[in-house]
Every structure is written in structure tokens, then in C-alpha cells.
């Protein structure tokens, strides 16, 4: 089992950059492949990006190729979400989720652990 905790998140203007921080506990944090996704007022949660337990895959949505990236640091339990040219669109609740069989790396139904997440707002 694994408890995630979200940090990072803020109010920014459009262009900044933020990243956002998922500390894991539990020892077998390195087994676990882990995703973003985020959550928009009055919409679905959707994925953002993921990535697998050694880190050498990664997946991202198109809408944040190129400005976002994943990464971890699996001897300090945590996960990593670098956003760059960041877009008011990209306002919503960023979570961080985990689990160690994922059918589907952009199906949030995929994961069965996830954080409380964390709020990062962009204004125009």
C-alpha cells in the first residue's frame, strides 16, 4: 500500500512555470507506476501524464507535450510534475496517483492509490 501527498501548486500567470512534488510513502514505492491527472471545476478528472516504475517510459497528453514533464526519484520516494508555459486552460486540481498494475496508463479507473491534490491556478 501507498499514501501519496501532493505539493507545489499555486497561483500563477500564464508563461510561469511550476513544479509540483508527490512524496509516497511505504518501501515499495519503486514497484509502483505512477500518473498525474488533473480536475477542472464541473468537469472529468483526466490524465496529464504517467509514468512507469523504473521510470523509463513516460506518457503525456497532447495538450502538454512539450511543456510538461514527468519524472522520479525513486530513492526519495517522489514524484515529479516540471510545467512550463503554463495556460489559464491548465487550471484545475493536480493529483498524483499510483498503482502497481495499470492496464491503462490514462484511465484513472487504472490506479487505486491517490493523493488529496493540489490546487494550481493561471491567470491570463
Known amino acids: 500500500q501507498v499514501q501519496l501527498v501532493e505539493s507545489g501548486g499555486g497561483l500563477v500567470r500564464a508563461g510561469d512555470s511550476l513544479r509540483l512534488s508527490c512524496a509516497a510513502s511505504?518501501?515499495?514505492?519503486?514497484?509502483?507506476?505512477m500518473g498525474w491527472f488533473r480536475q477542472a471545476p464541473g468537469k472529468e478528472r483526466e490524465f496529464v501524464a504517467a509514468i512507469s516504475w523504473s521510470g523509463g517510459s513516460t506518457y503525456y497528453v497532447d495538450f502538454v507535450k512539450g511543456r510538461f514533464t514527468i519524472s522520479r526519484d525513486n530513492a526519495k520516494n517522489m514524484v515529479y510534475l516540471q510545467m512550463n508555459s503554463l495556460k489559464p486552460e491548465d487550471t484545475a486540481v493536480y493529483y498524483c496517483?499510483?498503482?502497481?498494475?495499470?492496464?491503462?496508463?490514462?484511465?484513472?479507473?487504472?490506479?487505486?492509490?491517490w493523493g488529496q491534490g493540489t490546487q494550481v491556478t493561471v491567470s491570463s
Open positions: 496517483a499510483a498503482d502497481l498494475f495499470v492496464a491503462t496508463m490514462e484511465s484513472p479507473g487504472s490506479y487505486d492509490y
Open positions: 511505504g518501501r515499495t514505492f519503486s514497484r509502483y507506476h
